[in-house]
Structure formats: C-alpha cells, structure tokens
C-alpha cells in the first residue's frame, strides 16, 4: 500500500495587518522597504482567544466541505503546532471528539515549526504503508503571533497566523504515491530561532511577566530570531537538500514540474532559486497574502498552485522544509 | 574578483545607491539607506559569487566593504 496527499484546504484568520498599518507602528520603516525585504503585504493576525488548534479545526472542516470528505473515514489525526492547547492532554485528542472523528482514530500531537508539514507527510506515509491508518488527517497550524513582541518589526513584519488541513490516504497506484524523505537535523543551530519562556526550560515568571507587562506580559513565549545565521543556515543546507531528495527519488531536476519550499521569506528564496538554478516559472512564492506562516506554509502555497493551475494533475512537486530545530526534510508528491 | 570590482558590484546590488557612492573604505553601516536587508544582500551575494559563507559574526566584525573583501579573501583560502 502505498499514500498519497488527495486534498488540501486551510483557514486564515479574518484579521489582517498590512505593510502600511506596520509603517505607522514604525515610522522608520516604509511599504517598499517591508515588500522588498520580505515579498509580503499583508499577514492575518488571530485574535485573543482564538488559538492554534481553533485554526487547525476550522481548516479540517473546510477540507471536508470543500473536497466532500466523510470525517467518519478518518482514522489518525496528526495535529502539528508550536502553541499546543495543552501539555496534556494532547491536542489531537481535543480535536478528534471537536471534529467528531470516530473514537477508534490514533491522535497524535507533533510540535514542530517551518519543517512541520513535511513531517507530517512523512510520518502519514509511514503510518499508512505500515498498514496501521488509511485517512491520515494532518493538520499544521500556527499562531506566531501570539509569541512575537510588539516591537519587534522585522518578525512582526515577517510571520502570519494560519491553519492547513491536508488529507493523507492509502492508494494502490505507485504513480501517485508520496515519494521518499530526506531530513536532517542540526540542534547545535537550536539558539537562532527559539520561543523562549515557552516550555519547562526558563518557563515565564514573574520578572518576565513584570519586565513584558506594558505589551501583556507575553505570557506564551518570545519568539527570538537570529536573522544572518537562519539565512545562512538555508544557503547551506537547502541545495545540499535538494540533491538528497532528488536523488533519493532517483529523479533529476528537469523532471521536477514545480518547487515548493517552505514559504520563510520571499527574498531568501528568490536567492535559494538562483543559487539552486531553477528557473522562475518552476519555483513557486505564495507570500504577498499571507505572509511566513511556519507550518501551514507549504499546504497553503501548494493549494493556491493547485487552484492557479500552476500545479496540474500528475505533475512532479518537490517540496523541501527548513527552519527552527535546526531541521530540514523534503520529498517529491504527485499532484 | 580585486577589491574594486567587488565594491563595485556590492554597490550595484544596493538597488537605492547612487554609482560611485561606494569605495573600499566606505563604512557600509554610514550608508544612508543602510538597512538589515543589506546585510542579507551582501551574504547572498558573497555566497553566490566566492561560494563563501559571512557569519552575523564576521559582519559585526567589519566596518567597512574592505574589511568584508579582507574576510571573503582569507575564507575562500582556508
């Protein structure tokens, strides 16, 4: 038995934040300044309240509505975040009785970042070639935001709050099937992009709650990012990255119809195209709408190529994440 | 590449830069546009061309575009 990805839908939040609402925050900055640093000009903010997996649930029941899927068939949910509901339980959980899934689904919560969507793939394909699931639910949701201080303008500039929901199901035929991985990890990296004050390591206190208390105490975490390093970090582990998968796959890059990387920043990745020597019409940016938004970006990029008929049935897609961890993971799917 | 041709063409990759602004000695951090994306601009652009890779450290080290050619010249050696 082999998997393949057979729908796709997500959510965005109703708020947004655009380029020119930014520059009033920060004077210093200009629209033309934020686009060309970023490729972005507008981002959808959540509101108090509205969390991860509220983005996550609503995403799911659009991919049921939308790509009429009986949510009775699903029989493993995958729920990958980096603002769990919970320490326990596991979201997953929470989302199986919200979603009225059936009570014989495994629930499982992955809380990864930008490399989340191909993990979730990943793990969804071994699950459903190992015989234990045939409808893998697989929802990436991210709420950046939340963790972001106000003042910081490049990331405020940078991330956008969204959830994906994408159907991973058991298929015979080999010529659709969701090809293999290649991943990597390097945690020495694991400083340059952190939520700092979000887990038990240095957990927010009251000096924190004290020192953030005129921005609301940014009581999630701190989202710190060290810009150079992570953008180095890219230049040097993508084309590297790309070969793996390629080769893992035994394809060349002639045969590749379309590359989706994780949507980070669109200027980083008009430099990853030139380096890596894809031509323009082959590499595809999804960010002016909706901004970096961590897990759900590639769903999200990978559903507007589908619907601009940028990605045609039966193309060849490789898709390659990278980011927070340090981590990095990719394969090639057929649309 | 020898130290002018490289500010040269730092200087065509800084889109909002007058021609002939730029010289070897140039702080570029008194550029009047200067900005981080600069900075994101001249590591990809010494990466594409020396295959060189600018740490955040080697950028808070230099002041000016000589001390970036010193540090692209003595990495691409080693």
């Given at each position: 038995m082999k998997a393949y990805i057979k729908a796709i839908s997500y959510y965005l939040p109703p708020t947004a934040l655009s380029n020119k609402e930014l520059c009033e925050v920060f004077p210093n900055l200009t629209e033309a300044d934020i686009y060309k640093k970023t490729g972005i000009k507008k981002r959808h903010i959540t509101t108090e309240g509205i969390v991860g997996s509220d983005l996550g649930f609503f995403a799911a029941e659009k991919l049921f509505e939308e790509h009429t899927?009986?949510?009775?068939?699903?029989?493993y949910i995958i729920f990958c975040t980096e603002?769990?509901?919970?320490?326990?339980?596991?979201t997953a959980c929470i989302l199986q009785d919200r979603l009225q899934l059936n009570t014989n689904c495994g629930a499982i919560d992955l809380p990864y970042g930008c490399t989340g969507f191909t993990y979730c793939i990943s793990i969804a394909k071994a699950l459903i070639e190992s015989g234990q699931a045939t409808n893998v639910l697989a929802l990436t949701s991210d709420i950046p935001s939340t963790v972001i201080h106000p003042e910081d303008a490049d990331l405020r500039m940078l991330f956008g709050d969204a959830g994906a929901a994408t159907l991973i199901t058991a298929t015979?035929?080999?010529?659709?099937a969701i090809g293999s991985f290649s991943v990597g990890t390097d945690?020495?990296?694991?400083?340059?992009?952190m939520v700092k004050g979000s887990g038990t390591r240095g957990p927010v206190d009251q000096e924190w709650l004290d020192k953030y208390d005129n921005v609301g105490g940014l009581k999630y975490g701190r989202m710190q990012m060290n810009a150079l390093e992570i953008f180095n970090f890219a230049l040097r582990i993508v084309p590297p990255l790309i070969e793996s998968i390629l080769a893992k796959n035994k394809?060349?890059?002639?045969?590749?119809?379309l590359f989706v990387f994780h949507q980070a920043n669109a200027f980083l990745l008009s430099v990853l195209r030139r380096k890596l020597k894809i031509e323009e019409d082959r590499f595809f940016i999804y960010m002016?709408?909706?901004?970096?938004?961590?897990?759900?970006s590639i769903p999200i990029a990978l559903a507007e190529a589908i619907k601009c008929g940028k990605a045609k049935k039966g193309d060849k897609v490789l898709i390659a994440a990278f980011g927070i961890g340090y981590s990095w993971s990719g394969t090639v799917i057929t649309i | 590449m020898d130290i002018h041709e490289f500010t040269k063409q730092i200087e065509a990759e800084f889109e909002e830069v007058e021609p002939g602004t730029i010289t070897p000695t140039t702080n570029y951090r008194e550029i009047k546009s200067w900005s981080s994306m600069y900075a994101l601009i001249v590591i990809a652009f010494v990466d594409a061309n020396f295959d060189v890779q600018l740490s955040a450290d080697d950028l808070r080290n230099s002041q000016t575009i000589q001390d970036i050619y010193n540090i692209v010249m003595a990495k691409k050696t080693n």
């Open positions: 899927v009986d949510r009775k068939t699903i029989d603002g769990l509901d919970y320490k326990g339980p596991v015979e035929n080999e010529t659709i945690g020495s990296g694991a400083e340059n992009l394809l060349e890059k002639s045969e590749i119809n002016e709408e909706v901004g970096n938004t961590v897990s759900a | -």
